[in-house]
């Protein structure tokens, strides 16, 4: 059983950071791309960030390029996103995310993924 569990949201001011973290329970965690989504009330699933399993790639959406930053430390099963300069419409669910596919490409669609954490709370205030 896969367990993906993200921690680090809370309550931050405009302009402010976080850093989430989420710890997976992957044996061979350094073989699977991660990703980061979000949702905000209302709202659907959306992309923020991924990393490739060997961590030569990562891609952004466009709405959090430059201010955020994806990485992951393989020998903690940790991946971890890095968030700067946040703004209110940065306000929503964070969900990390994995596939059940090893050594795979670019995944950047909720379809392309089969495991998910709980998800942690993002606000940020104006």
Not at 82 to 102: H, I
């Amino acid at each position: 059983q896969v367990q993906l569990v993200e921690s680090g949201g809370g309550l931050v001011q405009a302009g402010g950071s976080l850093r989430l973290s989420c710890a997976a329970s992957l044996r061979t965690f350094s073989t699977y791309t991660m990703g980061w989504f979000r949702q905000a009330p209302g709202k659907e699933r959306e992309f923020v960030a991924a990393i490739t399993w060997s961590g030569g790639s990562r891609y952004y959406a466009d709405s959090v390029k430059g201010r955020f930053t994806i990485s992951r430390d393989n020998s903690k099963n940790t991946v971890y996103l890095q968030m700067n300069s946040l703004k209110p419409e940065d306000t929503a669910v964070y969900y990390c995310a994995a596939p059940n596919v090893r050594h795979s490409g670019v995944l950047l669609t909720t379809a392309q993924y089969d495991y998910w954490g709980q998800g942690t709370q993002v606000t940020v205030s104006s």
